[in-house]
């Protein structure tokens, strides 16, 4: 049985979380802490993703990366880098499609956390960077973590938007949920329910694992 679609599946849920993690640190702190009018405006955009089917991204995805329009072209000839069926489109799609659990959890936190430790640290001298990197994010990192297993476990299960973006490339976009459809399709029912049974089992180890978590931080 080929069990690189788990693999694949493994490796796009750890990247899309660790770029996640390091571009919804930056989102988040401006959420919970700005007073910008267009803030809102950004929170929406962020949460968008919670209530659109993923094939309404995948369509729009497919739209504005044709080979033929600027992102994909400039992309394609200044560092040859494809975003239509490949892995790092599937990256690149899956973070945007996680973002919300990422950075909500993050920035909820943030925004809860004692706003006088905070400027403590302002009153000390400590600059706005020194402050996040040494206070705000070592008092929030459970939440931090919490966000990272949430959005790597909602990676796992993508369909509509991977199989859009990626198609069903062997060893290069096909993962479990595109291989489980595609043992259904051929009625290779034996692969779909190891497939499943795999992810099944995956996911309830994230979750489960992330109950002990935050029963033991309580």
Known sequence: ?????????????????????????????????????????????VSMPLVLPPTVLGFYFLFFFSPDK?????????????????????VFASVV??????????????????????EASWVLGKSKLNTILNVIIPNTKNSIITAFAMAFAHTLGEFGLVLMIGGNIPD????????IYDSVEALDYNSANIYSLVIIVIAFLILFGLNLFNKRIL
Do not use: C, H
Request: proline share 5%; aromatic share 16%.
């Open 97 to 118: 499609y996680s973002m919300p659990f990422m950075v909500n959890p993050i920035r909820s936190a943030f925004a809860s956390m004692d706003k006088s430790i905070i």
């Open 70 to 90: 600027f992102p994909a072209s400039f992309l394609k000839e200044y560092f040859g880098i494809d975003i239509l069926f490949s892995f790092q489109g599937l």
């Open 1 to 45: 049985m080929d069990l690189n679609p788990i693999w694949l599946s493994l490796k796009l849920a750890f990247f899309s979380s660790l770029i996640l993690m390091l571009i919804g640190i930056p989102i988040a702190y401006w959420l919970a802490f700005s007073k910008n009018k267009i803030r809102s405006f950004i929170e929406t955009l």
């Open 172 to 179: 290069k976009t096909r993962v479990a949920s595109i291989a």
